[in-house]
């Protein structure tokens, strides 16, 4: 991909994660029930592929449940098919991390994996174990990794699916549910950008505190 057309892309990204408001009512709006296969999509990769960890997803949820305050989603579609896409993606994530197995650990850094959020996360699990799939839920980036790492250590099939279950309900339904009840507030959508750099960098700063201190803590 040329360099320009790579700017480009980033340039995009960076607006639409600051900005999935405006563009998530805009597509909603232009292309009606076209939005639930986008959001589906959205959130299933950000969960599911290992190497697209920048997309939105605590935002995303929150704007969601935003918009269906506003009547312009049905709240209980959408939670169901992102909460069927939360536990896909983790599992698919699962399911690689234990194809792939320990050769990931020889994977150079690059723009297509951020060596210092995979060593976060695999802190995270060394430190707290199955409860990081739960945690990671809410930590961009972390999520990402963490059910990938759970695949490369091999951890029990069935405990995962149980953690993935319910770390999938409790971010996908309660920051919903969060967008719904608050988000159409007059104080919240006058600080909307500022809640969103919130939701983006309030988790990540909590992500690298507790790899930190899992890492002094290792022996």
Not at 108 to 119: G, K, L, V
Not at 170 to 179: T, Y
Not at 181 to 207: D, R, T
């Amino acid at each position: 991909m040329p360099e320009s057309a790579s700017m480009e892309l980033v340039t995009f990204l960076i607006d639409f994660i600051l900005h999935v408001d405006r563009y998530l009512e805009a597509f909603t709006r232009e292309y009606g029930a076209w939005v639930y296969a986008l959001l589906f999509l959205i959130i299933f990769v950000e969960t599911g592929v290992v190497l697209m960890p920048f997309l939105p997803g605590d935002s995303l949820l929150f704007i969601v449940g935003t918009l269906c305050g506003a009547q312009l989603l049905s709240l209980p579609l959408v939670m169901t098919l992102l909460l069927v896409a939360a536990v896909l993606g983790d599992q698919c994530n699962y399911m690689i991390g234990r194809w792939v197995g320990p050769r990931v650990f020889a994977w150079p850094d690059s723009r297509f994996f951020n060596r210092a959020a995979f060593n976060q996360a695999h802190l995270f699990y060394e430190r707290y174990g199955g409860i990081t799939i739960i945690i990671a839920r809410f930590m961009p980036f972390v999520r990402t990794f963490a059910p990938f790492v759970a695949g490369v250590a091999e951890m029990n099939r069935t405990r995962f699916s149980a953690y993935n279950l319910i770390g999938a309900l409790l971010w996908v339904v309660g920051l919903c549910s969060a967008g719904y009840v608050f988000g159409n507030m007059a104080w919240v959508q006058q600080n909307l950008s500022k809640i969103i750099w919130a939701l983006i960098i309030v988790p990540g700063l909590i992500a690298m505190f507790g790899a930190w201190r899992a890492g002094r803590k290792a022996p």
